[in-house]
């Protein structure tokens, strides 16, 4: 687990020319994309190297991670809408190859199943963008979740709801209870996973997540068994990170040939 600890228009570059080493290498790639308000930067730079670099996404697909259920198809909170407004959109990716669970799927688990075949034709999922929740969860994997779980429905937790509401006029009670999420198994047979966290209010998640015992109590802590994770952190989510001097050392020192 590589942690990286720089500004937040830093980090969303970093994250970016992963990405674009990615596109520009590989014949098919396969992305993973996460709602939140913290990969914004990272779409944002993407498109602005779209337009001004010729970046293409033409020979591209892309999955998200999650979906609510129970949300009118043409909320601006659906997932997907949030994903077709901050990237699908923007960028030039083919008719089609931009996918999400589908929420509103009247048998959800066929769903769930049908989005992890899809993943798997895919040929899985070369680079996952991940933001984290306050409690800890990466996509909408709730404290408790299986570490070895798949695409499936969860219910939310108040404290999700809450973070949440912010999105939904303030209103809680407007914030859907259940959504379709990749599991945290699924997640860990992406290639490659970049976790994004900006804010005091990540703090605690990011030290659990990357220097507290593994545990379903938090679920980003998962990661600690996967093989290739960059974590992104601005110095606010950094803050309880015991290790941070470290990090900071480990990232200034770091040598040519040690791939990002
Ligand atoms: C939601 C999403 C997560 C995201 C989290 C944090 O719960 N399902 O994928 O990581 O929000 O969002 P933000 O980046 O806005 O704090």
């Not at 999400?100 to 996952?128: K, V």
């Not at 969860?137 to 709801?161: C, D, M, W, Y």
């Not at 601005?234 to 470290?246: E, F």
């Amino acid at each position: 687990m590589e942690v990286v600890i720089a500004d937040e228009d830093t980090l969303a570059l970093l994250a970016a020319d992963t990405i674009e080493r990615l596109l520009r290498t590989e014949a098919a790639p396969v992305l993973g994309l996460a709602t939140g308000s913290s990969p914004l930067r990272i779409y944002d730079e993407l498109t602005r190297r779209h337009a001004e670099a010729a970046l293409s996404f033409t020979h591209a697909q892309a999955f998200m991670l999650d979906e609510y259920v129970g949300i009118a198809d043409d909320h601006p909170q659906r997932y997907r809408n949030v994903i077709d407004t901050a990237i699908a959109t923007r960028v030039d990716f083919p008719d089609g190859a931009v996918h999400g669970p589908d929420g509103s799927a009247d048998d959800l688990a066929a769903a769930a199943a049908d989005y992890e075949r899809m993943i798997a034709e895919a040929g899985g999922i070369d680079l996952q963008i991940l933001g984290i929740g306050t409690d800890g969860h990466i996509a909408f994997n709730e404290p408790g979740s299986s570490l070895a779980s798949r695409t499936r429905v969860k219910t939310l937790t108040r404290q999700t709801r809450a973070d949440n509401a912010r999105f939904f006029d303030d209103d809680i009670d407007r914030v859907p209870n259940h959504c379709l999420t990749q599991g945290l198994g699924t997640i860990m047979e992406a290639r490659h996973l970049v976790l994004i966290a900006v804010g005091g209010n990540k703090a605690e998640a990011v030290h659990q997540m990357v220097e507290g015992p593994i545990s379903a109590m938090w679920p980003a802590t998962v990661l600690q068994l996967h093989p290739h994770v960059t974590v992104l952190v601005d110095d606010q989510a950094a803050s309880r990170l015991q290790l941070g001097d470290y990090y900071r050392h480990a990232y200034e020192n770091k040598p040519e040939w040690q791939n990002f």
